[in-house]
């Protein structure tokens, strides 16, 4: 394997790189995205999980991991948005109040129905938060599912949230200079569409899609689409093939890390750095300092790691 000896110098690498320099040296602004959130749907550890990995956490030596999400932040009009309902959003509503204890929520932006991007909403509720009328954006069959079935529903009825119907591709503007444009992408829609969101400001534009099959299925050049912005979010969710023995890979597509960083192999250096790797499942070792996340960043690339600041 090709990248055999590149993770046998990263294994050098990784105790002797100093990763807070990256950390510390992020750009102040009063426009921001921060990263929430890094795992998959199930967060880390995953229920269930007796996996090595997970035992670091078990046994005190590692961090939770929560869902993936992102927020936007425009301290300019003292509001902020976020990218997915996540089950960890307690947590992560927390952690936008360690930036700014006076924001206004002023939405949710959903991707899609599976467990980790919309089931959050739950603590929106009159038996938790009992939220008025938050605005959730969602494309027409999202709504359609929550409007329909319960106890999604009843939020809805309780005007705990106010469901805004998006359009693929049609820009949403947010406050002045700051938009949101979703794009259909494909993957397991049982109960909605897929979207991944387009995030521009005067200044940057980010991508996110934290979930699709596989890049070669798409309808559009993710490499195009990654020359069109600043910075991209990038579903990670394996590091390779055998990250599930006994589980056809079939079933629940994803670009391995491995395929993605064979396909951008030949980048320039300006565009690898704007790829970011994120939404991991709890088997994957890039959500741990690992060899294998020192072999991604020793190539050009990114992980994301929760309380990442992206100024806009």
Known sequence: MKYLLLLLLSIFIITCTNRSTDRTSEESSDVFITVLGIAQDAGYPQAGCEKEQCQLFWNGKEEARHATSLALVDSNSDKFWMFEATPDIKHQLRAITTI???LTF???FLTHAHIGHYTGLMHLGHEAMG????PVFT??????????NGPWSQLVDFENISLKQLRADSALSLTEGISVTPFRVPHRDEFSETVGYRITSP???VLFIPDIN???VWDRDIIEEIAKVDIAFLDATFFDANE???RNMADIPHPFVEESMELFADLPASEKEKITFIHFNHT?????DSPERALVESMGFKVAYEGMNIAL
């Open 100 to 102: 700014k204890n006076d």
């Open 106 to 108: 002023a939405g949710i």
């Open 131 to 134: 939220a008025k009328q938050i």
């Open 139 to 148: 494309m027409p069959r999202m709504a359609q599912y929550l409007s329909t």
């Open 203 to 205: 200044n940057k534009a």
């Open 214 to 216: 596989k890049w070669e």
């Open 244 to 246: 599930l023995p006994g």
């Open 284 to 288: 994957n070792p890039l959500l741990l």
